[in-house]
């Protein structure tokens, strides 16, 4: 055959088969879901699903402005509910900005997984939503909340968990992670839960500490200073404060350290048949706020600071690891996962053991605070009266 002739049919089908878009939709003809809640339905079988939906409109000054709508559709299932919003909206739903998936309490107890699962087979949501449980009676309550700084809720919501990672204070996990973390032996997942409350005289939503899942259901809660306290050992502090006092001639005074920096290092270590965890921290801060009489420039009174806040951090993260023994008795911190895989031979023993192992596990904990300034100021500010 002729090689011109056969090199020409191959262009050809080229410019037929790898041109233009074989799946092309008009965006006016989609709806673009930025979040979604899921709740159980009222009659307590299947789902009922939320989704905010962002409208886009241009004013005189033809700026556009963004609006939102909530959609709810009720199925035995969580892809039924989805289906189901065909017929309570004239647009085809487009769920590849969603940025949230907020759960309700009583979904997460059951499980999380069929949610994961629509999520991981459909080819439209990312992986990357944040996921959150709704300490209200309903998730459709949390997106339904008044937003105070923009119009569409869901977004605002992504924000308020990205922006939290200075302060610390919330976990925030992904469905990538979450996926992960459930299917990976050793480890408990925590996620970051909202409630609502009132902002002068508005009501509107906020984050409000973690909730913990063993595997796929929600078992147990926790408060902003567990929070911070498991941040720091799973190594995922990224900023925040560390609240101390000082003791001074019988006088507390109250001092606020930031974080700038913090790296947590823990290796899992056998003696005498028994395992423990040495941990250690390294953080350095800087005063932000002090009624103490500190000279950041006097090596003692800092030595002095640096040891109170060490003490002060370590009892706290202690604590809370003293509580995940007693209290939630599961290991949320991801030692057995360390343990895997430092001691994969280690492992293979005690795997169907870790859990009680676990409550009884020795932690061997060192923090070391350099506290490196102190703001504009060398001295607290005094009154002379």
């Known amino acids: ?62 700026e556009p402005n963004f609006h939102s709508t909530k959609i709810q559709s009720k199925g035995e299932s969580i892809f039924d509910c989805m289906r189901n919003m065909i017929n309570v909206s004239a647009k085809q739903l487009f769920w590849s900005h969603a940025a949230i998936l907020i759960v309700s309490e009583d979904v997460a107890k059951e499980s999380i997984l069929p949610v994961l699962d629509w ?150 270590i056998i003696s005498n048949e028994e395992i423990s965890m040495n941990i250690k921290i390294t953080t350095e801060v800087s005063i932000a706020e002090s009624s103490a009489s500190i000279n950041a420039l006097n090596k003692m009174d800092i030595e002095k600071l640096e040891i109170v806040a060490e003490k002060t951090l370590k009892d706290n993260i202690l604590k809370t690891i003293a509580r995940a023994q007693n209290d939630f008795e599961l290991d949320i911190f991801g030692f057995g996962n360390l343990v895997k895989e430092k001691m994969p031979h280690v492992w293979k023993d005690i795997e169907n053991n870790w859990d009680e192992i676990f409550k009884g596990l020795k932690i061997n904990l060192d923090v070391d605070i350099n506290v490196r300034g102190s703001g504009h100021l060398l001295r607290s500010v005094k009154s002379n009266n």
């Open 1 to 62: 055959m002729n090689k011109p002739f056969i090199f020409i049919s191959i262009l050809i089908l080229m410019a037929i088969l790898l041109t233009g878009c074989w799946n092309y939709r008009e965006i006016d003809k989609l709806a673009l879901v930025s979040g979604l809640a899921v709740d159980k339905n009222g009659l307590n079988k299947g789902y009922e699903v939320t989704a905010e939906i962002v409208s886009i409109s241009t004013s005189s000054t033809k």
């Open 119 to 268: 999520i991981t087979r459909d080819s439209e949501p990312r992986l990357t939503l944040y996921v959150l449980v709704s300490k209200e009676k309903t998730a459709k309550e949390i997106l339904n909340s008044k937003s105070l700084s923009t119009e569409i809720r869901s977004f605002e919501i992504e924000d308020m968990i990205i922006s939290n990672k200075r302060l610390s204070k919330v976990p925030n996990i992904q469905v990538y992670q979450l996926l992960n973390d459930v299917s990976t032996a050793g480890i408990y997942p925590v996620l970051p839960t909202a409630e609502l409350v009132y902002n002068g005289n508005k009501e509107t939503m906020a984050l409000s500490g973690g909730a913990i899942l063993n595997n796929d259901k929600l078992v147990d809660y926790m408060d902003f200073e567990d929070v911070n306290n498991y941040l720091f050992i799973r190594d995922q502090i990224k900023g925040g404060i560390i609240n101390t006092t000082l003791i001074n001639n019988g006088s507390i005074d109250n001092i606020a350290l930031e974080i700038f920096k913090n790296k947590t290092k823990i290796n899992p």
